[in-house]
């Protein structure tokens, strides 16, 4: 008995000892510290959040390497959707939510939103039919509607053979792959059909996901083009980049100016061009169906999504410092992987955006 | 006598936590069951007070008007399921007795090893094997066969894809056969032999002894490993988003593609931003819980009605 209080009480007597110690060590120890913070912050900067659209994730993700690299700014970009950026951005849990569709003016003034244009890529028909070479297929703007909206059965349809005269084109029937999962290129595709066709537009409309009027759905671009690959016959939509790394074969589609195109950085650059982003309303520019000879019908920008009121200036200040930095050396980079990087005109009015309508507690963020 | 006696409420002390331990244990699963429920419940509620009752019988899915029903996805995950089970319980029944029944050790030991390998494959491998390898298969050979024989039926109609409920059935019949016949395996070995030979002392043959005796005896057992790959085949996700076409209509030909409940959760969730359409798949998902929970209802009841009426050995 005696013992162990013996014990206990040489352990208390160590436990004090050693409280003490401890707690002597304590300030000292979180000076240090905060002298580290310090040095830390200067050196290493901030974080930047976001999230959305997949589209847009490849060069997204080149861009923030190479600035991480230049600036010590870190980002981080989750790939969910751009129905999921909205929703993030919605709860303020990311600094900028990313969309491949435009957001309406009211819409975003009713959030509290500003949208401005990223990148400028391109969604491509793509066919899987025996002996057709990618961009041997000339398309009307009446035949592709017609084939998605199911009213043309077969490749050896005779519309499509007197568009398509020195083709031979096989007795199979079409099978219409489209994107399974709400998409900003679906958006983007239907837009399009939408403008062309006014049965598609009665009937089905403009949307990320909408009623398909028939065929199969494949789930994420990846999904889309491995049907389209798998499946003779079938004919489905993907991103430019897309097309390329998969060697599909892609479609000449007839412009407005009624001219056949294909899709070609080049002809995504003629679309950009012809449209109208000074007047455009909180940049609602959809770059489907421009006008141009060159102009690659099926055309369409990603966005970046911002509160028109920033809590911390200086995380909203980085942000724009890597858009400002994307738009002006990020090109190279942009071209590399397939996209059409953003002109410098449309560069310089998202700048004034940025000055006349970012604002932290009352103070203008980019001067 | 002191000692003892101490000892004793010491163990009626531990007793009695193991047993609060227990207790909180097993509660924790009825409180998550209840927990799911409700939360799917409230979850889907705008949808449920929008569409009523009338989500399960509509077909239309469209994410623009914002009109969701349920029958397309209900429809796939019953076709698909039941093609699966059409192929999958007599196969496995078939090997499960094999294996039992006629194989000597030598290849019953690895052929049971291959099987329980099997089951371990993860879903996203099937899903895979099936897009890239299994649905160009099926489209080049197997479908358009069926077509020239069987194309008067509607069900073997319409152009062969290789995509589409067919394969996702076939799909789902290779993943659920291990686990089926895995469980029929033990079953049928838990037959004593006793009762097996003394069928065979009568004079029957091996297929009057299979028939009458290991059957028989174990039926609930194998009424059981049915239902077990049931629920896995009215569930599985990735193996059947990857091949069944997912799209939203009901048609009458298992050439075509369909969706199920869970592809369809699998492939729109991410991107339904708006209210109605977030609340439709949740519900969705209440409905596959629904379904889930009766089946297991139902494969109880009468699990427990045959052991009752055959009086089964298991």
Redesign the interface.
């Known amino acids: 008995m005696k013992k162990e209080i013996k014990r206990f009480a040489v352990a208390l007597v160590l436990a004090m000892v050693f409280a003490l110690a401890c707690g002597e060590q304590t300030p000292s120890q979180a000076k240090g510290d905060g002298e580290a913070r310090d040095v830390e912050e200067t050196r290493e900067a901030i974080t930047l959040n976001g999230a959305g659209a997949t589209f847009p994730y490849p060069i997204y993700s080149q861009w923030a390497h190479t600035y991480h690299k230049v600036t010590g700014t870190k980002l981080n970009y989750q790939s969910?959707?751009?129905?999921?950026g909205?929703?993030q951005i919605k709860a303020k849990t990311v600094d900028f939510g990313a969309s491949d569709a435009p957001l309406k003016p009211p819409y975003l003034d009713g959030i509290g939103l500003i949208q401005f244009p990223m990148i400028i890529g391109g969604v491509v028909p793509v066919v899987n039919i025996e002996g057709i070479e990618p961009g041997a297929l000339k398309l009307t703007k009446d035949l592709l509607a017609d084939i998605f909206l199911g009213k043309i059965k077969k490749w050896n349809d005779k519309r499509i053979k007197d568009t398509n005269p020195e083709l031979k084109l096989p007795d199979?029937?079409i099978?219409v792959v489209h994107r399974?999962?709400?998409?900003g290129t679906t958006w983007i595709f239907t837009n399009y059909l939408d403008k062309i066709s006014a049965e598609w537009h009665e009937k089905?409309?403009?949307?990320?996901?909408?009623?398909?009027p028939t065929?199969?759905?494949?789930?994420g671009n990846a999904g889309v083009a491995?049907?389209v690959q798998?499946?003779?016959?079938?004919i489905g939509y993907v991103e430019f980049a897309y097309a390329l790394q998969n060697k599909m074969a892609h479609v000449k589609l007839l412009n407005t100016a009624g001219h056949f195109v294909e899709p070609t950085i080049e002809t995504f650059q003629a679309a950009a061009a012809g449209a109208d982003w000074i007047n455009a309303e909180g940049f609602y520019i959809v770059l489907t169906d421009q006008p141009g000879e060159k102009s690659w019908p099926i055309t369409g920008a990603s966005f970046i999504l911002m509160y028109k009121d920033q809590e911390k200036a200086d995380i909203a200040k980085a942000a724009l410092d890597f858009f400002d930095w994307c738009y002006e050396h990020g090109s190279e980079k942009a071209e590399e992987l397939h996209y059409v990087p953003m002109p410098k005109e449309v560069a310089d009015i998202v700048r004034k955006l940025w000055t006349d309508e970012l604002r932290s507690s009352g103070n203008s963020i980019w001067k | 006598m002191t000692a003892i006696r101490k000892k004793s409420a010491g163990a009626s002390k531990s007793d009695l936590v193991y047993r609060l331990v227990a207790v909180g244990a097993a509660a924790v699963v009825l409180i998550l069951m209840a927990g799911l429920m409700l939360e799917l419940t409230v979850n889907s509620w705008p949808s449920i007070r929008k569409f009523g009752v009338g989500f399960l019988g509509s077909t239309?899915?469209?994410?623009?008007?914002e009109e969701f029903g349920a029958l397309s996805s209900i429809f796939g995950t019953l076709v698909s399921t039941a093609i699966a089970m059409i192929i999958a319980v007599p196969l496995s029944l078939l090997i499960a007795l094999f294996l039992v029944e006629l194989a000597p050790p030598a290849i019953s030991r690895p052929v049971g090893y291959a099987i329980e390998l099997l089951a371990a494959v993860p879903s996203i491998i099937f899903g895979m094997w099936g897009?890239?390898v299994f649905?160009?298969f099926m489209?080049d050979h197997v479908q358009p066969v069926l077509r020239d024989r069987l194309g008067f039926l509607p069900l073997f109609d319409g152009?062969p894809?290789?995509?589409?409920m067919l394969t996702a059935g076939i799909i789902l019949a290779l993943m659920v056969l291990p686990f089926i016949t895995a469980v029929v395996r033990d079953v049928f070995r838990m037959v004593p032999p006793v009762v097996k030979e003394a069928s065979y002392g009568m004079g029957s043959t091996t297929w009057e002894v299979t028939r009458r005796v290991t059957v028989k005896y174990g039926f609930s057992g194998l009424l059981g490993a049915v239902f077990l790959g049931l629920g896995r085949a009215v569930g599985e996700t990735m193996a059947v988003?990857f091949v069944i076409?997912?799209?939203?209509d009901v048609s009458s030909s298992l050439f075509a593609?369909g969706?199920s409940i869970a592809?369809t959760l699998?492939?729109?969730f991410?991107?339904?931003?708006e209210p109605v359409y977030l609340s439709s798949l949740i519900e969705l998902g209440l409905v596959l819980f629904v379904m889930t929970l009766l089946i297991q209802i139902a494969a109880q009841l009468w699990i427990r009605r045959v052991a009752q009426k055959a009086g089964g050995g298991l």
């Open positions: 969910i959707g751009s129905g999921g909205i929703a199979r029937e099978a399974a999962d709400g998409s089905i409309g403009t949307a990320k996901a909408v009623e398909w065929g199969m759905g494949g789930k491995a049907y798998r499946v003779k016959g079938a | 239309s899915w469209n994410p623009v008007t897009l890239f649905a160009p489209a152009p894809m290789g995509i589409g988003t076409g997912n799209s939203h593609a969706n592809s699998a492939n729109e991410t991107e339904a931003s």
